[in-house]
């Protein structure tokens, strides 16, 4: 009886790391989007502190920044005077380091 309270526990810790490794190799890096951000220029436009100014809105309180969904497809298919950037490897696969930079940001 006790080897199978054994094996039972072997199998919920393993698929407990399991699902601890999936997750961890999910998570975004928020340092990695903060350079995208310097780098990529979007803080040329949108400002070093994400607020923006007169002509360039503001990623704080946008709500386009919302939700990622919103947020790639402005990015990468861009609007007037926001450059679309599905042609830049660096953004297009990074974006999702960039959302969680922008979001990291916002007011909580
Ligand atoms: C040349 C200046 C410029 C650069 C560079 C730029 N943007 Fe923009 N961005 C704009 C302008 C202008 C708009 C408003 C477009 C419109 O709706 O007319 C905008 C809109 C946005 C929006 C939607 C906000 C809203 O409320 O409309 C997001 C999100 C955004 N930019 C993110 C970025 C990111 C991330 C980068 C870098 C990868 C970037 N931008 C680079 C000028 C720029």
Request: net charge positive; with cysteine; charged share 20%.
């Given at each position: 009886m006790k080897k199978?309270?054994?094996v039972v526990g072997t199998i919920i810790a393993g698929a407990f790391l399991a699902g601890f490794a999936?997750?961890?190799l999910a998570e975004v890096d928020i340092a990695a989007g903060e350079k995208i951000y310097q780098?990529?220029?979007c803080?040329?436009?949108h400002g070093g502190n994400?607020?923006?100014s007169a002509a360039f809105p503001n990623l704080l309180t946008s709500p386009k920044t919302a939700t990622l969904e919103e947020f790639k497809k402005?990015?990468?298919e861009g609007k007037s005077a926001m450059p679309a950037f599905a042609a830049n490897k660096t953004v297009a696969e990074g974006i999702d380091n960039l959302y969680a930079f922008v979001v990291s940001k916002k007011p909580k």
């Amino acid at each position: 009886m006790k080897k199978n309270f054994s094996v039972v526990g072997t199998i919920i810790a393993g698929a407990f790391l399991a699902g601890f490794a999936q997750s961890a190799l999910a998570e975004v890096d928020i340092a990695a989007g903060e350079k995208i951000y310097q780098r990529q220029r979007c803080e040329t436009c949108h400002g070093g502190n994400l607020q923006g100014s007169a002509a360039f809105p503001n990623l704080l309180t946008s709500p386009k920044t919302a939700t990622l969904e919103e947020f790639k497809k402005i990015v990468l298919e861009g609007k007037s005077a926001m450059p679309a950037f599905a042609a830049n490897k660096t953004v297009a696969e990074g974006i999702d380091n960039l959302y969680a930079f922008v979001v990291s940001k916002k007011p909580k």
